[in-house]
């Protein structure tokens, strides 16, 4: 049985969902909610296994809302609700998180087969929104690349760098590449020539702002 919880602050809306939704075999309502200001207690006293999110709701809105579910339940799966498919808010969602989203004027058999299309690792959402999603990540690869390349690093004190940005000490980089603390200290030096920094403070930080990890 799969439970479905609505953030909606439109009545009408909910309850048609609602209704959708019990005449479903499969489905059942988990809840229903007018906006996302007490999000994590209602999730926790009654957690779904699928978010239908409206994006623009007063208080605490949907943007807001995906954010937290993603920080504290990762494992629900969300999907926006949207009257435009064009809607910038729309796109932040889905950056942050979102595992797709369905137009309100959706039929209610594609409704459906949204959820189970989430439920069974998809992600329903129109080819003008994927297409977005897809360049804003080709954008952010190639914004990387010419970072890494801006700077020389080797895949290998890329590697290095990443750990570093991580947390992880010089030992626990040596151990998750298989290499010696030694050689990791060699990277790290040429690490620090290359980016022109001086310790590994300045690699991180320069690392997070330039893109390069």
């Not at 075999?25 to 994590?40: A, K």
């Amino acid at each position: 049985m799969i439970k479905i919880a609505v953030f909606d602050d439109h009545q009408a809306r909910r309850e048609a969902l609602k209704l959708l939704i019990d005449l479903h075999p499969d489905m059942e309502m988990g809840g229903e909610y007018t906006d996302c200001s007490n999000l994590i207690r209602n999730i926790k006293n009654n957690t779904p296994d699928v978010v239908l999110m409206d994006i623009h709701m007063p208080g605490i809105d949907g943007l807001a809302g995906v954010k937290l579910l993603k920080t504290h339940f990762p494992h629900i799966h969300v999907i926006m609700q949207t009257v435009f498919d064009d809607d910038d808010n729309l796109f932040q969602c889905l950056l942050a998180g979102a595992d797709g989203y369905i137009l309100k004027k959706t039929p209610n058999d594609q409704l459906i087969a949204g959820i189970m299309e989430v439920v069974g690792g998809g992600a329903p959402m129109t080819p003008s929104i994927a297409r977005r999603v897809l360049q804003h990540f080709s954008t952010q690869s190639i914004k990387k690349n010419k970072a890494q390349a801006g700077y020389e690093l080797s895949k290998r004190e890329i590697d290095v760098l990443s750990c570093l940005v991580k947390g992880s000490s010089q030992k626990m980089i040596a151990a998750e590449l298989f290499i010696s603390v030694f050689t990791v200290n060699n990277h790290m030096k040429n690490i620090y020539q290359k980016m022109q920094v001086h310790n590994v403070s300045e690699a991180v930080a320069t690392a997070i702002q330039k893109n390069i990890v």
